[in-house]
Every structure is written in C-alpha cells, then in structure tokens.
Nanobody
Framework: LSAAAGVWGGSVQPGGSLRLSCAAP????????IFWFREVSGKEREAVSC????????IYPDSVKGRFTVSRDKAKNAVFLQMNDLKSEDTAVYYC??????????????????WGKGTQVTVSS
C-alpha cells in the first residue's frame, strides 16, 4: 500500500505545538480505526492515540491526555494528530497505523498496518 505520514515543524521548543498528518494514497482510511504510535530507541512502542472510523471514539494514554488530540477528515482521506504543550519526553519517531476494526481497541499494537516511515519529532530548547 502507498502511504505517507507527515509533520509540520518536526522540531519545536518545549511548550510548543506540532501537527502530524497521516495519509494513504490509494487506500481508503474511512472504515478503520487509526492509531498513532511513537517509538524511542531502546523502548517499547507506545500508542498515543486511537480514533474510530466515525471519529467519535477516541482514546489516549495518560502520558499525552489533555495535550494531544486526534482527528480525521474523511474528505481528505487523512488523520491528524495535534500535539500541544510538547515536552522533551515527547521526542520520538511517530507513525500512524490502521487496525482491522472500525472501533478502537486497547492502546497496544495488534499487528496493525503501519503507514509511512515515521516522522521524527524533536522537542528541545
């Protein structure tokens, strides 16, 4: 599948904001729950959000709750992750992935379809 994930900014100071995008050219994302994951070298991947097919169902871990917001625009066949009040510990490679279900399951990796190579987000002063 052809897919891409992007970010506006990539590098930001603590307290700043970034917006990540997830798109999959040639693939319709509308029917699947979509997760955002992040990975740091030496650590297990962490799910930072899930959004259901309808967009109504959303879940976040405590580590980002209140700071990150996921949304989707079906007209653009895209999903976005708005990241606010960024902290140095948010530094990681972020990527999106589609689940086989329409609703969000637990914040864990279920062997989902990963899209793109990931985007490096660096938060530093």
């Amino acid at each position: 599948l052809s897919a891409a994930a992007g970010v506006w900014g990539g590098s930001v100071q603590p307290g700043g904001s970034l917006r990540l995008s997830c798109a999959a050219p040639g693939f319709n994302l509308d029917y699947y729950a979509i997760f955002w994951f992040r990975e740091v070298s030496g650590k297990e991947r962490e799910a930072v959000s899930c959004i259901s097919s309808s967009g109504a169902g959303q879940i976040y871990p405590d580590s980002v709750k209140g700071r990150f917001t996921v949304s989707r625009d079906k007209a653009k066949n895209a999903v976005f992750l708005q990241m606010n009040d960024l902290k140095s510990e948010d530094t990681a490679v972020y990527y999106c992935a589609t689940d086989e279900t329409s609703n969000c399951r637990a914040l864990r990796y279920f062997g989902m379809q990963r899209w793109g190579k990931g985007t490096q987000v660096t938060v530093s002063s």
